[in-house]
């Protein structure tokens, strides 16, 4: 919903508020997507190319979900250059499995709720 009308995804149309249909898009002939990523990046491999590296991409979408969880914890204005900045450790000192896990629930069950303005993890 948007202030001048509605998308249907599943139908591929936009509508005004008033029923109009603003745009209709037939995806019945488009290929695949997922496949075509795929056919893509398998043809590349058998080539010798290396033109679908998505490391960088990778890295910055992980990097945005842990910026989205410090900003919300702590209630805090921040930059994503200093979120990459941050002294914030997400990992155990330890990887076993005998390690206990950093956080516990208390003796009903529950675990601590961040706050946001109060929870530190800036």
């Not at 056919?39 to 979408?61: P, Q, R, V, W």
């Not at 076993?96 to 530190?120: L, Q």
Request: net charge negative.
């Amino acid at each position: 919903m948007g202030t001048k009308g509605t998308a249907d995804f599943g139908a591929g149309t936009l509508k005004s508020y008033g029923g109009k249909v603003l745009m209709h898009h037939d995806d019945s002939n488009d290929p695949n997507p997922y496949q075509v990523e795929h056919d893509e990046l398998f043809a590349a491999i058998n080539k010798g190319e290396y033109k679908y590296d998505d490391t960088y991409n990778g890295a910055m979408s992980t990097m945005t979900s842990i910026f989205g969880r410090m900003v919300t914890y702590s209630g805090q204005m921040m930059t994503m250059d200093e979120a990459l900045n941050s002294d914030v450790i997400l990992v155990p000192d330890t990887f076993s499995w005998n390690d206990m896990p950093p956080a516990k629930p208390d003796g009903n069950g529950n675990y601590e709720v961040a706050v946001p303005g109060s929870t530190s993890v800036v």
